[in-house]
Structure formats: C-alpha cells, structure tokens
DNA sequence: TGACGAATGTCAGCCACTGACATATTGTTT
DNA sequence: AAACAATATGTCAGTGGCTGACATTCGTCA
C-alpha cells in the first residue's frame, strides 16, 4: 500500500487555500515560505497526486477517499482538511485559474466589446491551460464517464468562471447583473462553448491545440444571430 | 410523527418513471391507471408533498430523508425506490417539463432560425410553469439558499434541458454537436437567460409575470454582439 | 382461488463528510 | 534555551445519503 509506480510528487508549491496569513509573509526576493507552508503544500499536492493517479488507473467512483489518504499517506481526516469534497481533488488548480482568469478580465482595454473581451481574457490562459494540460484532460475523461464529476464541473467550476465573467462585464459595463441579464448570458455561452472544444480536445486525446479549439468555439459568439439553416 | 398540517395530497396523476408498463396502457376515454398505479403516483406524491413541505419549513440541509419518508409514512427505502436522490424530490415535474420542451421544440416550423424555434418553445411552456408556479417558487428560493440544490438545478435539470435544445437545433440545422459549437451554445446561453428572469422573478416573490421576464431575457440573445458600453 | 409480479418493509452495510479532542510539530517570544 | 502560541495531523465516534438482499404484502389476472 505504498506510494509506488509515477506520483513523483513533483512538489511544486500550489497554492493553498486554508488558512489567510500562510505563503511568504516576508518581503521580496524569493522569501521561502516557511517549513510549515512548504510541508502543507507538500501535503496537498501529495494527496491530489495520489487522487489523480488512482482516479486514472481505477476510476473516480471506485477510488474512495480512504484509498487517496493511504496514498498519501496521511489520515481521511486530513484528506478532507485539504479539500472540502472527493471532487475538488481532481480540480485543485481551479482557485488558481480563477485568480489568473480575473487578471486577464481586469487587464483588457476598457472599450473593447464584451465578447472580445472575453474572449481575449479566455485565449490569454493558454499557458495556464499548457500548465495544467494533463489534469485537464483527466478532468475531461472522467467528467465524460462520471455524472459526479461533470456535475461538479459545472455546478462549481464552470460557475466560479461565470462569476468571474458577470462581474467583469456587469462593472465594465455598468450594468446590474441582477437585472440586465446580458452579463450573465454571455457568461454561459463562453462556458458552453469551452465545454464543447474540451469535449473536442479530450476526445481526440489532447492532440489538437486546445486554445485554437476553444478560440474557434468562441468566435461563434457574435454571429448567433445569423446562425441560419444551410439552405 | 403524522402527515398533519398541509399536503392535501392531491394526487393528481404525476408521471411515474420507474417501470415502463404503467399508467394507462387501455385506449381513450379516461382509461383509469389500475389501482396498482394510482397506489405507486399516490406515494410518490405523498413523498414530493412531504419534501416540500419540510423543505418549505425546516430548510432543505435540515430536513433528513427520514424525515420526509415518515411524513409520508413510508419508509425510507421506499422514498429511494420513488427518487434517486433527495434533491430530485424538489424537482418531480422534471420528467413532465422536458417532455414539453421537446414537443414545443419540434412543432415549430422548420425555417424558423434557430434562436426563434427556442425562444418560442420556451415561450410556449407557459402553461407549465403556471400549473407547477409554487414548486419553481421554491425550487428558486432554495436554490439561491443551499449549494446543493443549486447545484442539482445546474447539473440535472439544466442539463436536461440543453439537451433538448441541442439535439433539436443539431437536427434540425443538420449539423454534428459535436464539432459545431453553436447548438450548445445557443443551449447555454438560453438556460442562463431563464436563469436570470428565475432569480428574478423568486426574488420579486413571483409577482411579475415570470413568462415576460423570460421573454424579456431571452430576447437579449440575437443582439449580443452588438453589446457596448453606455457612451 | 391460486399463482405471479410489483410495491413495500426490514436490516445491514458502504461511503462521503464532520465535530471533538488529543498529540505533535513548527514558529515566536522572552 | 525554554516557554508559549499557533497550526497541522491523528483518532474516534457519529451523521446522513444511498444501496443490496431478502422477506412480506398487495394487486392483477387467469
């Protein structure tokens, strides 16, 4: 019951998401953020490691979260203190995307259209996408066989993203989102038209380019109006 | 620990989706479902009444599935025989309202452009969401209150829906879902219009005319591209 | 009436997830 | 360095949604 065959547990210090006052603290130049960081980071990515990996060779339903913190090698209870559901293992680099996805909106030209906007900010996390590529093509996988998983895609990943969305435009555009239900519309059509090219991709084994997929997918935005029968 | 207070259990016939040889299977003329069948819609609507009335009272989090089974006065195995899932007791009319989506969706013209065939499919359910007001009043409520019914309502019957909206534009349009990102699109787009006059409307304790708001929303679709900032 | 099948009850159990408390490890202060 | 505070972890017992297996009751139909 060893961690034995791949989990290199590459350790690459993700971000934690527990407790406020953890990470640097100090200022500047690489500040080395404390041995107690570093081992709660070593931690969780141990544990979604050992997720990923028996997600993949098992299947998600039939992996259960004991057999995870075996893995890992620490308790069930600490398991859930790490991440709150058996899901969110598989979508630890969510929160991260999520921040990275509100710079992109933040970032854009103040007078550009909302849908390029958007579309702009999505295609500008290629290299998040390129980052995190593997665990994005298990998600898929496994999102396509389990109806826990694509649940839990859509039900919280896909609505931190719309969150993200409306609040862009909504401000951009000064408009209340409670309201005007524009914001929120575009919102869901980016997501399905991120949804399809993932589904595209994962189904072709991640061969094609992932953000021409999807920068194609979201160019079918502005001419819906037009979307005609092929007479 | 009896069914006391509301639930007039007043059973009307709901749909039954278990076994495949129930309800009427005579022909014409008010065929009477063999008690059998009257027996099993009965219970079912006992359970829904009871979930509903306990939601209503106690919250949706504190109410156990043992609770809502003795309220019916059955038990809880029983309750899991007539719902798959606790959340999917809120949302008995489901089956009823997809079907109705579907007809709507293929009785509308066949050069209809696209977005048209779903706005006046939508349109057209009027009647539904009127005869099933209360229970989407709630539905709405809950869903703004607990994570888990949100969830449910994004992940099964949203879901549900965007099917039926992509296979009936795919067909119709004759292109593949799969590679043509427009169905879903529309699909998504729609389902967040109709989530946006919901919130709406649950919010305003449904005193606006709920089919407007959706009209209203949904008819933001076809001009999305030409969505500016308020010079 | 008797036989068959469907609906229900009972019971035991799985598993995701949580609260409470004890312990250990780390960071900080004097 | 010693004492203290903070926090990560372990242990344990429990809740609650949900399921399989088996027995029993009830409706249907010949």
Do not use: C
Not at 48 to 77: H, N
């Amino acid at each position: 019951m060893a961690p034995a065959t791949p989990s290199p547990v590459s350790s690459a210090p993700t971000s934690v998401n527990t407790s406020p006052n953890d990470l640097d603290m100090s200022i500047d130049s690489r500040p080395q953020p404390s041995r107690r960081s570093r081992k709660k980071s070593k931690t969780r990515t141990a544990l979604a490691d050992a997720a990923a990996y028996l997600f993949e060779t098992q299947g998600f339903d039939e992996t259960t979260t004991v057999d995870i913190a075996e893995r890992a090698d620490v308790s069930q209870r600490t398991l859930f203190r790490h991440f709150a559901t058996k899901e969110s293992m598989l979508y630890g680099e969510m929160d991260e995307t999520i921040d990275e996805l509100r710079s992109a909106l933040a970032e854009r030209p103040p007078d550009e259209p909302p849908l390029a906007v958007v579309r702009e900010a999505v295609v500008s996390l290629a290299d998040n996408f390129e980052r995190h590529r593997d665990r994005r093509l298990l998600q898929a996988r496994l999102a396509a066989t389990y109806p826990s998983v694509s649940a839990f895609s859509r039900a919280t990943v896909q609505l931190g993203w719309e969150r993200e969305i409306i609040d862009a435009l909504s401000e951009r555009l000064g408009v209340d989102p409670m309201h005007d239900p524009r914001p929120e519309i575009i919102a869901g059509a980016t997501m399905s038209a991120i949804r399809v090219a993932t589904r595209q991709w994962s189904f072709n084994g991640g061969q094609d380019d992932y953000i021409t997929l999807i920068a194609d997918a979201l160019d079918a935005l502005p001419a819906l109006g037009a979307f005609e029968r092929a007479s």
